[in-house]
C-alpha cells in the first residue's frame, strides 16, 4: 500500500470514529455517574453543614410547627421579585429534571434548555431583588454563580463542549437550585411558614 493510501485509509477511520454518536444513556443512574462521588460528596457537606448549625433553631420551631396545606395567601401577598422567583425556580425545577434525565442533543433538549437557562437566569437575576436580611446574604453568592456559570454552560454547548456544557449545567441544577432550593425550607423563610408555620 502506497503512502498516499495508508493515509486516507487512515483519515477515513478518525473520520468514522468521529462521526460514531455518543451513547446516549439515560435515567438517574447515568446522573448518578455524571456527578462523580465528589460532587455528591460536595453537595451533601453543604447541606449537612448548614442544617447542623440550625439543628438546634429547627428542632425549636419544629415542636410548635406542624405541616399542613400550603398557604396560598403568603405567596399572593409576597413582593413582586419573590413571585417572579419562585415561579421561575419552579419553571427551571421542573424543565431541569427533564433535560438531567432525558436524552440529549436533540431538538426537544436544545428548545427546552434555551427556556431552563432562560429560567435560571430571571431565578437568580429576580432574587438579587429580595433582601429579607436587609442586605445581600450567603444565599446571593448561589445566584452571582447561576448568572456566570449559565451562560457559560451554553457557551460550552455552542461550541459542542459536552463534558464542560454538561459539567456547568449539571453544578448549576445540583448545586444552585437543589441546595437554595432545600435552604428556602429553612425555619423563619417564606417556604416554612408556607407549610409549617
Ligand atoms: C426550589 C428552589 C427555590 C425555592 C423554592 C426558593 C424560594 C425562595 C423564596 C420563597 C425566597 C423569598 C425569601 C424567603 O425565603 O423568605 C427566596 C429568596 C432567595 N432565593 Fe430562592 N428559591 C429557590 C432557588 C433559588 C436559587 C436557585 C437561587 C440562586 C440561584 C436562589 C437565591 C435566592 C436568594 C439570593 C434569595 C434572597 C435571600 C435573602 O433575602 O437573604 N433561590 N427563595
Redesign the pocket.
Known amino acids: 500500500m502506497s503512502r498516499a493510501d495508508r493515509l486516507a485509509t487512515e483519515i477515513t477511520m478518525s473520520a468514522s470514529t468521529l462521526a460514531t454518536p455518543e451513547p446516549q444513556v439515560s435515567g438517574w443512574r447515568a446522573l448518578a455517574a455524571r456527578m462523580g462521588r465528589s460532587g455528591w460528596l460536595a453537595v451533601l457537606a453543604i447541606l449537612a453543614a448548614v442544617f447542623a448549625v440550625q439543628a438546634p433553631a429547627i428542632a425549636r420551631v419544629a415542636a410548635r410547627s406542624r405541616l399542613h396545606a400550603p398557604d396560598l395567601a403568603l405567596i399572593t401577598g409576597?413582593p413582586p421579585a419573590?413571585q417572579v422567583?419562585?415561579t421561575a425556580?419552579?419553571a427551571?425545577?421542573g424543565v431541569g429534571a427533564w433535560l438531567l434525565i432525558g436524552r440529549k442533543g436533540r431538538l426537544a433538549h436544545r428548545v427546552l434548555g434555551w427556556s431552563w437557562a432562560v429560567f435560571?437566569i430571571v431565578?437568580?437575576g429576580s432574587?438579587?431583588l429580595?433582601?429579607?436580611?436587609g442586605g445581600?446574604?450567603i444565599?446571593?453568592g448561589?445566584?452571582a454563580?447561576?448568572l456566570v456559570a449559565v451562560p457559560l454552560g451554553v457557551y460550552a454547548a455552542r461550541r459542542h463542549e459536552v463534558g464542560r456544557h454538561r459539567r456547568y449545567m449539571t453544578g448549576v441544577f445540583l448545586g444552585?437550585?437543589v441546595v437554595?432550593?432545600a435552604l428556602?425550607?429553612l425555619p423563619g423563610?417564606?417556604?416554612w411558614a408556607m407549610f409549617f408555620g
Open positions: 409576597a419573590v422567583h419562585l425556580v419552579l427551571a425545577l435560571m431565578a437568580a432574587s438579587l429580595i433582601h429579607t436580611s445581600f446574604s444565599l446571593h448561589f445566584s454563580w447561576t444552585g437550585l437554595a432550593g428556602a425550607f423563610r417564606l417556604m
